[in-house]
């Protein structure tokens, strides 16, 4: 049963750049989150996706947009990129259920220069 | 909103012995979830354990447990008989129980790095 896969793995851009990650759920899961992690600190969540539709978000600027599939993966897009934005970015999957663990999968590194 | 608060920056422990981690939080809430995460160097967040608020008994999985002070907001996580592979980062998280307006939204605290000394 594969878990929560995630790529790239790692990646670099330049100020002003835009980027693309993605990220499949566990199999059986249709509720994908993501979370940025900056480093030395606990995930932030930015926002999550339900039947393709973005469901709850935090507090994090429009810059910040997100995707997901028919087959329920998904995409976060950040545009414009701050230095600030590096981090390490994690997609978590669930059931939409109230009694739902959330399993992550191992992050995408990005680096902004 | 919801916060957490992990008050131990850095914790170590000799191989073997007994560690526990602190976590408090703070939330107008009555029903929601509480949870430890474990980060390796490799990133991965792997779920240790999660405790369910009406519950009163404390949640354990093999060498882990809890003690779940609701009154208090304490939420601590013993490891016994630790390993060299216990060695992390270890996240406590909340979710709320409002799952209409806040989904599987986890609110996570700065972590705790775990030392285990041969």
């Known amino acids: 049963d594969a878990g929560v896969t995630q790529s790239p793995t790692h990646l670099i851009k330049t100020r002003g750049q835009q980027v693309t990650l993605r990220c499949s759920p566990k199999?059986?899961?249709?509720?994908v989150s993501w979370y940025q992690q900056a480093l030395g600190q606990g995930p932030q969540f930015i926002f999550q996706?339900?039947?393709?539709?973005?469901?709850q978000r935090g507090n994090f600027p429009d810059r910040f947009s997100g995707h997901q599939f028919p087959n329920y993966s998904s995409e976060l897009n950040v545009n414009a990129l701050l230095l600030g934005d590096s981090a390490l970015y994690l997609c978590?999957?669930?059931?939409?259920?109230?009694?739902?663990?959330?399993?992550f999968g191992p992050g995408t590194r990005l680096l902004v220069l | 909103a919801q916060t957490v608060t992990q008050s131990q920056p850095e914790m170590s422990v000799q191989e073997a012995e007994t560690v526990t981690l602190s976590c408090t939080y703070d939330t107008s809430e009555s029903d929601y979830y509480l949870f430890w995460y474990k980060q390796p160097p490799s990133r991965q967040m792997i779920l240790v354990i999660r405790q369910e608020a009406y519950k009163q008994q404390n949640a354990t999985e093999n060498r882990f447990s809890v003690n779940f002070q609701k009154a208090a907001k304490s939420f601590s996580l013993k490891i016994s008989d630790s390993q060299l592979g216990d060695a992390a980062m270890y996240f406590c998280?909340?979710?709320?129980?409002?799952?209409?307006?806040?989904?599987?939204?986890?609110?996570f605290g700065e972590g705790t790095q775990l030392t285990v000394n041969p």
């Open positions: 978590a999957s669930s059931l939409d259920t109230n009694q739902e663990t959330q399993y």
């Open positions: 996706y339900y039947e393709e539709e973005e469901r």
């Open positions: 199999s059986g899961h249709d509720t």
């Open positions: 998280a909340y979710r709320s129980g409002v799952w209409e307006t806040s989904g599987s939204r986890l609110t």
